[in-house]
């Protein structure tokens, strides 16, 4: 979106070139820095001087001479500073976690929670209780919160902080900011509040952080499949999230797969979360929910048990992951063949369960999204896992709260740095 | 997408832009121009001047007297000079059509054609003969082609005129810009050719001429259904195609619906197009393509001879076009379950057969994409029906033939019109 071609937007934009830069491909000199981004070293440097005096750089120590000039400090970010607080709803589990600008994980926590058909007030009263435990770890070592950012199993109304439904929590129409302003109103200064899909953020820490096997980053156009208890994914269009327009796009756990088969929570039938959902699976391998709970507690938890069931040649887990890879390509083609994407990513508990659930998907998948001929399958859809997993959404979310620092580094923090005249 | 910001570039867009407002709302004076586009009045005269000389623009007259300065002109779009030539390739028809910049259709040619399982060539030299017939008519009124747009039921490889794919045709990687070469080399001036997916030019003729019954203008995010023989999709998203990664996005027709169910041409099962294309349809309703082609010749027919007998009464149409519509509706529950947009546009021919198919096609989309509550639903997903119906590609492609006139008014036509100094 163009901004205003002000003197003070285009500073904005500046700073935030050079703050980008160093980030994502730091340490490096002004030159490089001015060479990056395509500006003179001249125009670089006061701009990296109001970055280090706002503490969002630091001189990294001396470069290799650079053959005319002083030669130049090695620049990087900050491990101090603006941090971002990414938090998790899960259904049964909570966790927050804290990145700094470097994209550390500086503190983490989490829980089990049994957050199915519970009420918001108790469950965001633990989460405040977590946030408080994160931003103490954090505080310690000269980091602050400078953005939260909340990834939940739900629809989030665009642009505001409401789950305007969360099936496997039970939540309808939930405003999650009063209850949590008093964690954020303990922070130094106010920071931005965002609520998004779990799908959507893991998506983001995908383009954030993800690479293949070869060290590739991912493409722009790719599917984010993610499943905790339910299914949801998001669709990234050159490198954008697409969101529909009310926010609700990438509900793939209720794309019809068998559509006169089992009747879904939603109230339709067959859809793909009642074969490839946690419960369906568990279901077909033989065991409730609750007993699976019983047999190993803890976040991630069921899908791990699952993993090592399967492992340990379970025929009935097999097959019901077998199952689960059918439907997901079933589901994945209609997809494919609507939006055409580079590829499609299995994240969250799906990752950990792909050696099993793959081999299905693929071929269903193969079978199915055949009207692209050969020639442009050749560099057509790939199907890649996750190698953030489950903690995908969690990190993005924390990414996600950086954003503000990055879009707009000093006024972002300028209350806490009154600028040096 | 930003474009340079040098002074030619400035002013290219300015042009641009006044010429945009009066086609779309004149005829309005220069005062109004400026108002509308956020110019003064000082910076649109000479603009204005240019486009006159150029024949873009006309003096239609006199406004009312503004109260100050001499009264102005109302300003109209010229209904001579540049002209975008729709073509549009059909499985049993062919046609050509010329659109001028007030959006009046100036020319149209259309004909019968047995384009299945056919060579590019004799197709493509045919074209070229109605191409030839279409221009010498406009010619006639002091209008020539300012660009080519050719719509095709296949898919197209993004940014090229080649058919990757139309499986209804027989075609596979067949590049129409060698053989389409000697028709366009007899204009005045090389104009751009434009080779596109039918449903995508149909979505363009919904977004530029679409109308609901109250007048108002179709949303910035839509999935508009086109069928003819093969069932294609268009998704607009914030008034924008989205293309797929290769161009290959809304293959809705291939999207499974019922997963073990008919083979199909691509090599899937159960995909929409066994269930509610035409041959599925005639077939169910107990003919023949051949038989429907006995009765009623002529593009468009067969839809209109099910639509006949469905008026009539006849029980198996009724019955065949219920069945399509139930497909439709659990393709397109998977569709906006995933991409959440304000509406479905049914195109094409299916427009005229949406008495019988909506029924059950609304009934499917509201089971089954329920997980977004009431009350998001009351401003949720409508399914509207093209009032341009099967005339929808044919004109999209006309109208996008005109878009180098509209996005670079002066030089475009530059050949022709050389700036008087």
């Given at each position: 979106?163009?901004?205003?071609?002000?003197?003070?937007?285009?500073?904005?934009?500046?700073?935030?070139?050079?703050?980008?830069?160093?980030a994502a491909?730091?340490?490096?000199s002004?030159?490089?820095?001015?060479?990056?981004?395509?500006?003179t070293?001249?125009?670089?440097?006061?701009?990296?001087?109001?970055?280090?005096r706002?503490?969002?750089?630091?001189?990294?120590?001396?470069?290799?001479?650079?053959?005319?000039?002083?030669?130049?400090?090695?620049?990087?970010?900050?491990?101090?500073?603006?941090?971002?607080?990414?938090?998790?709803?899960?259904?049964?589990?909570?966790?927050?976690?804290?990145?700094?600008?470097?994209?550390?994980?500086?503190?983490?926590?989490?829980?089990?929670?049994?957050?199915?058909?519970?009420?918001?007030?108790?469950?965001?009263?633990?989460l405040?209780?977590?946030?408080?435990?994160?931003?103490?770890?954090?505080?310690?070592?000269?980091?602050?919160?400078?953005?939260?950012?909340?990834?939940?199993?739900?629809?989030?109304?665009?642009?505001?902080?409401?789950?305007?439904?969360?099936?496997?929590?039970?939540?309808?129409?939930?405003d999650?900011?009063?209850?949590?302003?008093?964690?954020?109103?303990?922070?130094?200064?106010?920071?931005?509040?965002?609520?998004?899909?779990?799908?959507?953020?893991?998506?983001?820490?995908?383009l954030?952080?993800?690479?293949?096997?070869?060290g590739?980053?991912?493409?722009?156009?790719?599917?984010?499949?993610?499943?905790?208890?339910?299914?949801?994914?998001?669709?990234?269009?050159?490198?954008?999230?697409?969101?529909?327009?009310?926010?609700?796009?990438?509900?793939?756990?209720?794309?019809?797969?068998?559509?006169?088969?089992?009747?879904?929570?939603?109230?339709?039938?067959?859809?793909?979360?009642?074969?490839?959902?946690?419960?369906?699976v568990?279901?077909?391998?033989g065991?409730?929910?609750e007993?699976?709970?019983?047999v190993q507690?803890?976040?991630?938890?069921?899908?791990?048990?699952?993993?090592?069931?399967?492992?340990?040649g379970?025929?009935?887990?097999?097959?019901?992951?077998?199952?689960?890879?059918?439907?997901?390509?079933?589901?994945?083609?209609?997809?494919?063949?609507?939006?055409?994407?580079r590829?499609?990513?299995?994240?969250?508990?799906?990752?950990?369960?792909?050696?099993?659930?793959?081999?299905s998907?693929?071929?269903?998948?193969?079978?199915?999204?055949?009207?692209?001929?050969?020639?442009?399958?050749?560099?057509?859809?790939?199907?890649?896992?996750?190698?953030?997993?489950?903690?995908?959404?969690?990190?993005?979310?924390?990414?996600?709260?950086?954003?503000?620092?990055?879009?707009?580094?000093?006024?972002?923090?300028?209350?806490?740095?009154?600028?040096?005249?």
């Amino acid at each position: 979106m163009p901004t205003p071609d002000t003197q003070h937007a285009l500073r904005r934009r500046n700073l935030s070139r050079v703050l980008r830069a160093v980030a994502a491909a730091g340490p490096m000199s002004r030159a490089g820095v001015a060479a990056r981004i395509g500006l003179t070293r001249a125009g670089v440097a006061p701009l990296v001087d109001e970055l280090l005096r706002a503490g969002l750089l630091v001189e990294a120590g001396r470069a290799a001479p650079s053959g005319r000039g002083r030669p130049g400090s090695e620049l990087t970010v900050s491990d101090r500073g603006p941090a971002g607080i990414g938090a998790e709803i899960g259904v049964d589990h909570l966790a927050v976690c804290a990145v700094d600008l470097r994209g550390a994980v500086r503190a983490r926590v989490a829980t089990d929670a049994a957050n199915r058909r519970s009420e918001p007030g108790p469950v965001l009263r633990r989460l405040s209780a977590l946030l408080a435990e994160v931003t103490a770890q954090i505080a310690a070592e000269g980091l602050r919160p400078a953005g939260l950012t909340v990834a939940v199993p739900g629809l989030v109304a665009l642009g505001s902080a409401t789950v305007v439904h969360a099936p496997n929590l039970g939540w309808r129409e939930a405003d999650l900011a009063p209850e949590l302003a008093p964690a954020t109103a303990a922070y130094d200064v106010p920071v931005p509040l965002t609520v998004d899909n779990e799908a959507n953020l893991g998506a983001l820490a995908e383009l954030r952080l993800g690479r293949g096997p070869d060290g590739a980053a991912p493409p722009a156009d790719f599917i984010h499949v993610s499943a905790e208890v339910g299914i949801g994914a998001a669709i990234v269009v050159d490198g954008q999230l697409l969101r529909g327009a009310r926010g609700f796009a990438g509900e793939l756990g209720h794309v019809p797969v068998y559509p006169d088969g089992r009747p879904c929570d939603c109230g339709g039938r067959g859809c793909l979360e009642q074969y490839a959902g946690e419960r369906a699976v568990l279901r077909a391998g033989g065991l409730t929910p609750e007993q699976a709970a019983a047999v190993q507690p803890g976040p991630g938890a069921r899908s791990a048990l699952l993993a090592r069931r399967a492992a340990d040649g379970d025929a009935a887990t097999i097959g019901a992951l077998h199952e689960a890879g059918t439907a997901l390509g079933i589901a994945l083609a209609g997809t494919v063949n609507l939006l055409d994407p580079r590829a499609v990513v299995l994240g969250g508990a799906l990752a950990g369960l792909a050696p099993w659930i793959l081999p299905s998907l693929e071929r269903e998948l193969a079978l199915r999204t055949a009207v692209a001929p050969a020639a442009a399958r050749r560099d057509g859809c790939l199907v890649a896992v996750s190698r953030l997993g489950a903690d995908g959404p969690l990190l993005g979310a924390a990414h996600a709260a950086l954003r503000a620092v990055l879009d707009d580094p000093v006024n972002s923090i300028a209350p806490a740095h009154p600028p040096q005249s």
